[in-house]
């Protein structure tokens, strides 16, 4: 069953067109890493699929479950099951992790998802979700937040500063923990240790999808950094 379609995608911000033409599936359960240098349109293509306002496509379908959610305002998707990690984790002060991590998620498990992640509850649960929490710190309450909610499709858009600003072990076992969930996840990444989770990858690069194939074989042809785009245009990501 396909979980997520995107047919002929366009998205201009500020008059230029990030996303160009762009089409990708994702299958119920599957991870999938989506691979690509900065600025070649992956945290744009992840707040189009999410609904972001000033993300909505001049061109094109997405499709969720076989339904038209080209339209659909943010809140809509997230009711049908789509959740987005963000880059920048939000703060929201004077509200409890324990609270934060429960909002969409009624009747989780709190402690357990904390746990996931690598936050002991009795040092954490308790404690207001502002900044006082470290970056590394904010990310993996979210995350712990993904959890909870149980989505049927979680996007993880990794952090611009990189990998080394959460605890590897705590990205891959909220993976492994959605894909046991049945979960399909978008893994937004360039690096290699998070990207070999993945069933499959796409390389992005000048907001269209240029090659796809297993997660090796993407990950070579990124590392080369040479593709050639569907037109026959040699670009470099």
């Not at 089409?23 to 890493?33: F, K, N, T, V």
């Not at 709190?110 to 207001?128: K, S």
């Not at 904010?138 to 858009?157: F, G, H, N, S």
């Amino acid at each position: 069953m396909t979980m997520l379609r995107l047919l002929d995608v366009s998205l201009m911000r500020r008059n230029a067109p990030i996303l160009d033409r762009l089409s990708l599936d994702m299958a119920a359960g599957e991870i999938h890493a989506l691979i690509g240098a900065n600025g070649s349109g992956k945290s744009t293509l992840a707040y189009t699929i999410m609904g972001c306002e000033g993300y909505r496509p001049e061109r094109g379908q997405i499709l969720f479950l076989d339904r038209d959610i080209t339209t659909l305002p943010v809140h809509e998707r997230a009711h049908l099951g789509i959740t987005l990690a963000w880059q920048e984790p939000a703060r929201f002060e004077g509200l409890q992790i324990r609270d934060y991590v429960g909002l969409g998620g009624k009747g989780a498990d709190v402690d357990a998802c904390l746990r996931r992640v690598g936050l002991a509850p009795d040092q954490y649960a308790e404690r207001p979700t502002d900044k006082t929490l470290s970056g590394g710190e904010r990310k993996r309450v979210e995350l712990a937040a993904v959890l909870a909610m149980r989505p049927r499709l979680a996007i993880l858009d990794e952090p611009t500063a990189g990998i080394d600003m959460i605890s590897l072990d705590a990205l891959i076992a909220v993976i492994e923990a959605l894909r046991a969930e049945g979960s399909s996840v978008l893994l937004i990444t360039h690096q290699p240790e998070v990207a070999a989770h993945a069933d499959r990858a796409s390389q992005l690069c000048g907001g269209r999808i240029v090659f796809q194939g297993t997660t090796a074989a993407v990950l070579d042809n990124y590392r080369r950094r040479t593709c050639k785009r569907c037109d026959g245009e040699t670009c470099h990501g």
